[in-house]
């Protein structure tokens, strides 16, 4: 078991990520991004995603659970939580995000409790299939998630 | 993916492609003058990829937190080619950043940027003086064309 063959896994798992469409293009942009220079930028990033989003997705959930529904407040916690989503390649997590803003937006309440539930779990599925990845990638060794080579 | 760029037209590189990006080509897009970016926006994720990307085209770049930060950059005399403003930023929001930016001067090319597309946030934009409204994630299909402009018609 070498390393070649933790290599082919590693790409092996995110090509999988991609046809599920867990990931997409965006991830592999910021895999591009990733050199001599910053080894580790994919995945500080996405650690700094799962640290951010925590804090967001812990606002919206207090927005939705305490009185009556400030929507305008729900409007920007999402807004920024989708941007970040979709800037790192969460597909799903995105997905969920804009069916909740449509939510939002109509002042549809339950709406947006039942679509925040969907919202957490894509953001939960994500951060552990995530975790596993780099683990693997650590593995097998420097450059174990080579940019630009799943196409 | 939602992209709404108003006045790009992505012009023919006789270099290479937009997808300049790929390695496997052996050459990633670089602009060959000093060009320099501002990217504002709240949010750390969005302003740490924004700002590699952009720096990865050669393109040195700064990232602010706020609206008024970014005035305040400009007001003391800095000055960017490209400037990236999140559509939602607490207190001076987007479009009014780009207003006070465009009233003290500044001729660089002001791109307003968001997660959720909405016309209303372009026309606001747009009236405020951007030259472009997109939807993130700022993808080399979008700022490639941009910076080959910047660097080709300085």
Known sequence: MDRNHLKRQVDFMKRSFLDQGYLDEQFIQLEELQDDDNPNFVEEIVTLFFNDSARLLQNIEQALVSGPIDFPSLDNYMHQFKGSSSSIGAKRVKNECTRFKEYCTAGNAEGCLRTFVQVKQEHAILKTKLETYFQLAKQAGPSGTSGGQIR | ?154
Request: a negative charge; aromatic letters at 6%.
């Open chain 2, 1 to 154: 993916m939602g992209a709404e760029v108003d006045h790009v037209s992505p012009m023919g590189m006789s270099g290479g492609s937009a997808e300049g990006n790929d390695k496997s080509e052996g050459q990633r897009f670089s602009c060959k003058n000093k060009l320099t970016a501002l990217v504002v926006d709240n949010g750390g994720v969005c302003r740490a990829i924004q700002t590699a990307l952009l720096r990865s085209y050669g393109v040195e770049t700064e990232a602010v937190e706020t609206g008024e930060a970014a005035v305040q950059l400009i007001a003391s005399g800095a000055t960017f080619n490209l400037i990236i403003i999140e559509m939602l930023l607490p207190v001076l929001n987007g479009p009014e950043t780009a207003r006070q930016i465009r009233a003290m001067g500044a001729q660089s090319k002001i791109l307003g940027i968001t997660a959720f597309f909405d016309e209303r946030h372009q026309q606001e934009f747009l009236a405020a003086g951007a030259d472009g409204f997109i939807e993130k994630p700022l993808s080399p299909e979008i700022v490639i064309p941009i910076i080959w402009e910047l660097d080709n018609y300085m």
